[in-house]
Nanobody
Framework: QVQLVESGGGLVQPGGSLRLSCAAS????????MGWYRQAPGKERELVATITNGDSTNYADSIKGRFTISRDKAKNTVDLQMNSLKPEDTAVYFCNVADPYGTYWGQGTQVTVST
């Protein structure tokens, strides 16, 4: 099992920035992909960004150029730097990791972009 704890959500004005962080614990030696997903009210959960053990990244088109995913293998953390935030970025953001045995989710952290 892998346990995930997220932090860093909150309320921000349009154009602002937030940084989300996710710390993994437990069976971390088998993790091969870490990432972030989000779910807005009334919508399905969607991919935001992922990063592999080899530091290959994948981003949703809607956030390319504004968000950056990074991973600290020594600390077993994955961060999401979010810049130029828009109201449509409002959602609950979930950390996700995958290993050969399954996928694991954090509890989610709310990000609200509003005036």
């Amino acid at each position: 099992q892998v346990q995930l704890v997220e932090s860093g959500g909150g309320l921000v004005q349009p154009g602002g920035s937030l940084r989300l962080s996710c710390a993994a614990s437990g069976r971390i030696f088998s993790i091969n992909v870490m990432g972030w997903y989000r779910q807005a009210p009334g919508k399905e959960r969607e991919l935001v960004a992922t990063i592999t053990n080899g530091d290959s990244t994948n981003y949703a088109d809607s956030i390319k150029g504004r968000f950056t995913i990074s991973r600290d293998k020594a600390k077993n953390t994955v961060d999401l730097q979010m810049n130029s935030l828009k109201p449509e970025d409002t959602a609950v953001y979930f950390c996700n990791v995958a290993d050969p045995y399954g996928t694991y989710w954090g509890q989610g952290t709310q990000v609200t972009v509003s005036t």
